[in-house]
């Protein structure tokens, strides 16, 4: 049986009307959240990954640095992490329920506060 890998999906910052993942996938199994980003040598703009739940992430075993907002239920972003580098521990937030995982720079565009919406999960 052939592999199909999932859909891709979007992440829109409704608050600012724009895009903050044009080509990404989710991570919300046991193993996926794991892997997450190890080992990824590049993530072309416009990329990314939503881990989900996650309320916390770590850079080990990582080899670029990457953008990550903290979301809460609500699909708010609760904190950021701008150009989090290789073997690092990102910040803790109460109550996120999870995080989205960019090229480093991809967060430019958004502030604690703005609205998310994911499309095509």
């Not at 080992?39 to 990314?48: N, R, T």
Request: aromatic share 8%; net charge positive.
């Amino acid at each position: 049986m052939p592999y199909n890998p999932p859909s891709p999906i979007r992440v829109e910052n409704v608050t600012r009307g724009a895009p903050v993942v044009v080509s990404g996938r989710v991570a919300s199994t046991f193993w996926s959240r794991f892997r997450g980003l190890m080992g990824v040598s590049s993530l072309a703009p416009g990329a990314g990954l939503v881990i989900e739940p996650c309320s916390s992430i770590h850079t080990h075993f990582m080899r670029i640095p990457i953008d990550v907002l903290y979301v809460n239920q609500d699909h708010v972003i609760a904190g950021i992490d701008r150009n989090l580098r290789p073997w690092r521990i990102g910040r803790f937030y109460k109550k996120v329920h999870y995080v989205v995982e960019l090229p480093a720079g991809g967060a430019a565009g958004c502030q604690v506060g703005d609205r998310l919406q994911i499309n095509g999960v």
